[in-house]
């Protein structure tokens, strides 16, 4: 009778205050003769974990090459948390009402209650903040110029505790 052997792996993937997981579950029949044999067991169950370690790099691999880089969109040092300024055919797509790419997706409601937690806490108007930084009105932010606001309220968070304005 065949042995049966189930591996697992997950790995979460974060940017921009977004996140996707990956998993994948690889299930092979061994000799079950490998049971009276520990050390070739466990041998066959970490190629098992190897394999399936590199099926999810090669997707997680797939995932990244489909939206821009930072180099691709920021320029050769990238651009952290915030995102580069946005393009004219992309204003145009927001004034619409419409987001034509995963990058200039609707800030997440994270990002949100992040913006209204730490205007708060410096009792700043992140409607007015986001005029002044982005240029646009808090609603209308996509994910990138949600990031570049809350890079900039973290900055005045910054200046506050150090005795600046």
Same mark, same amino acid.
């Given at each position: 009778?065949?042995?049966?052997?189930?591996?697992?792996?997950? @790995?979460?993937?974060?940017? %921009?205050? =977004?996140?996707?997981?990956?998993?994948?579950?690889?299930?092979?029949?061994? #000799?079950?003769?490998?049971?009276?044999?520990?050390?070739?067991?466990?041998?066959?169950?970490?190629?098992?974990y190897a394999q399936a370690a590199e099926a999810m790099d090669r997707e997680e691999a797939r995932m990244v090459s489909t939206t821009l880089s930072d180099e691709d969109?920021?320029? @050769?040092?990238?651009?952290? %948390?915030? =995102?580069?300024?946005?393009?004219?055919?992309?204003?145009?797509?927001?004034? #619409?009402?419409?987001?034509s790419s995963r990058l200039e997706a609707p800030m997440t409601t994270k990002q949100s209650r992040a913006i209204g937690a730490i205007a708060s806490r410096l009792n700043?108007?992140?409607?007015?903040?986001?005029?002044?930084?982005?240029?646009?009105?808090?609603?209308?932010?996509?994910?990138?110029?949600?990031?570049?606001?809350?890079?900039?309220?973290?900055?005045?968070?910054?200046?506050?505790?150090?005795?600046?304005?």
């Amino acid at each position: 009778m065949p042995l049966s052997a189930t591996v697992g792996r997950t @790995r979460k993937i974060s940017k %921009n205050f =977004q996140s996707s997981g990956l998993s994948i579950a690889l299930t092979a029949e061994l #000799d079950s003769t490998l049971l009276t044999r520990p050390e070739a067991l466990q041998e066959q169950i970490a190629n098992l974990y190897a394999q399936a370690a590199e099926a999810m790099d090669r997707e997680e691999a797939r995932m990244v090459s489909t939206t821009l880089s930072d180099e691709d969109h920021c320029g @050769r040092e990238g651009c952290g %948390n915030g =995102q580069a300024a946005a393009s004219a055919a992309h204003t145009q797509d927001r004034r #619409d009402g419409r987001f034509s790419s995963r990058l200039e997706a609707p800030m997440t409601t994270k990002q949100s209650r992040a913006i209204g937690a730490i205007a708060s806490r410096l009792n700043v108007d992140p409607q007015a903040e986001s005029r002044n930084v982005i240029g646009f009105d808090l609603h209308r932010l996509t994910v990138p110029e949600a990031s570049k606001l809350i890079d900039h309220l973290n900055s005045l968070t910054t200046a506050a505790q150090n005795g600046g304005a």
